[in-house]
Nanobody
């Protein structure tokens, strides 16, 4: 049974940092593509960052230079380090296991096979 469990969300002031983690089980962790998505109230779910199984990463334009996705293959954990947070980063953040890849540089919900429950990130101005 595939399970993804996010942690690390919270309330932070603009300019601050948060680190999200996703514990993944039920899949050969080092062999799968993983991603972070987010969904703000009233908006569609959008991809934030992808960590491919072959070592490449890519990011949504809005978070490039501020967010870093990484994986710990020994612990089966996917991380998202978020620096210089902005109020517009406020959203429910989801960890996702991908079944396919889009063109490098993007990702959509169509590429996702499994979702975590989400963790709330709120950035105050």
């Amino acid at each position: 049974q595939v399970q993804l469990a996010e942690s690390g969300g919270g309330l932070v002031q603009a300019g601050g940092s948060l680190r999200l983690s996703c514990s993944v089980s039920g899949v050969p962790f080092s062999s799968v593509g993983l991603a972070w998505f987010r969904q703000a109230p009233g908006k569609e779910r959008e991809f934030v960052a992808v960590s491919s199984h072959y070592g490449e990463t890519w990011y949504h334009e809005s978070v490039k230079g501020r967010f870093t996705i990484s994986r710990d293959n020994a612990k089966n954990i996917l991380n998202l380090l978020m620096n210089n947070l902005r109020p517009e980063d406020t959203a429910l953040y989801y960890c996702a296991k991908l079944s396919t890849y889009s063109t490098t540089g993007t990702c959509s919900t169509d590429n996702v096979r499994y979702w975590g429950q989400g963790t709330q990130v709120t950035v105050s101005s």
